[in-house]
């Protein structure tokens, strides 16, 4: 087999299927991502591609309208809808000898609702206003020595590290559990992921891994097909990846970190960069806008009950729409230095956030700062995350409120669209209500014996 062909956003997809069918691959696995990031997929010949779905090929509109649990949280008709596959997402696929991964999304009623649309929205704001878009995810995730039927035979209470000798940054924890992150790394290159780092990281179990710059739809299936990977991986080594905010109280609280710069699109300049090391006024906006749609539009970010544990006193987390330059505290940090990776990163999202909406917040928020010169509060100045600043605007605690006062904004139905802001309320009510009268054994051992 020849060398995997790349692609580009020109290519047609009859272009990209002779192109990989001349490179030796014969099979495809073409789906859509749905509202938690899960890739819903059909496999099929190359050969097939095109007929079955270019041109009429559709994919039952079912995605957007359920929950995590595969539960119905809209109404029918439920129909197959057209939809459209981006032969720039094209990627091998490692699982399987000549075999890729397609990414494909609605262009019918349901594409109001895609997460990946809305990103791609974005972008189109940005190149109207002749910005380019630079982004990079970096996610830390857990692994269980636990398998499948190990989870479900214990009820999901067994919570048993691998590695449980790792220690933060430790060069004897990197070099004992060498062969597992090298084999892992290898996979992941065969599915063409470009990895900055894949590193041992906050303590038993825990890796990080940071995914190079690239454009914002790249950078988000970067994301999105390496989780994949990994748990795919994990699992079939009798291990399993969790990719939870909060794993477990005992645990420390994981984070995806989106990093966005924008540059001129006629000369490639950095944006963001200013005068003496320091920020422009385009990222001061940026930045600003950022910070003000935090309190109202969380929920695009932390669509789970689990995301708001991981923002609880004693984690390292921000509790506060906060800025600084290179403090790990902040909810924005912004690197100003050097200036050739100027950017900024938002450090508030926990790892189970889809990165579409992620990225999609960060760019819509922070683009209506810089059309809005939305002004930069004042710089935070604290050393623990726990620390909020002087007249700082308190966050949302829980997913029942952040619902609430998604649903109160009317700039975030401005910038992201009424039918998806309405769609995505209705989306995580029932996901908080369907988790709102579960009892975990720590509450009925703090009060069944008490009140």
Partial sequence: MSEFPSFGEATSLQDAVDALTAAGITVAHVGLFDLMGTFRERRLKVDDVTRVMDGGGTFVNVLPQWNAAEQLIGGGPFVGEPVTIDPASIRPFPFEPQACLMVADYGGPS????????????????????????????SEFFVLRE?????????????????????????????????????????????????????????PGCFEATHKATSP?????????????????????????????????SLPGLSQHPHVSLFDKANGRNLFVGDDQGMSELFEHFVA???????????????????????????WAPKSASWARQNYSAAV???????????????LPGADANPYLNLAYVLGAGLWGIEAKAELPAEFTGG????????????????????????????????????????????????????????????????????
Avoid at 155 to 183: Q, Y
Avoid at 289 to 315: D, F
Avoid at 335 to 347: F, G
């Fill in 111 to 138: 594409s109001a609702l895609s997460p990946r649309a809305l990103l791609q929205r974005q972008i189109d704001k940005a190149d109207s206003l002749g910005f380019g878009v630079k982004a990079a995810l970096e």
């Fill in 147 to 203: 398998d499948a039927d190990s989870l479900r035979d214990s009820a999901f209470s067994t919570i048993s590290p691998f590695a449980p000798d790792n220690r933060c940054w430790a060069g004897e924890s990197a070099a004992i559990h060498a062969d597992f992150v090298s084999a892992l790394s290898t996979l992941l290159a065969d599915g063409g992921m470009d990895l900055l780092s894949l590193s041992l990281e906050l303590g």
């Fill in 217 to 249: 739809l790249r950078a988000a299936e970067d994301h999105l097909f390496f989780k994949m990977m990994t748990k795919a991986f994990c699992r079939q080594r009798g291990l399993t990846a969790s990719f939870m905010s909060q794993l477990d109280s």
């Fill in 289 to 315: 806008g950022v910070l003000s749609l935090i309190p109202e539009a969380m929920a695009l970010t932390h669509h789970t009950t689990n995301s708001y544990r991981r923002i609880a006193p004693g984690n």
């Fill in 333 to 347: 940090r912004a690197v100003v230095s050097p200036q050739d990776v100027c950017r900024m990163e938002y450090r």
């Fill in 384 to 451: 623990s995350p726990d620390e909020m600043p002087e007249n700082a605007v308190p966050l949302p605690h829980d997913l029942f409120e952040a619902a609430d006062c998604l649903a109160g904004s009317e700039r975030a139905a401005a910038i992201w669209g009424a039918p998806f802001i309405q769609h995505f309320i209705a989306a995580i009510r029932s996901e908080e209500a369907a988790l709102r009268r579960e009892v975990s054994a720590a509450e009925r051992a703090r009060y069944l014996e008490v009140v």
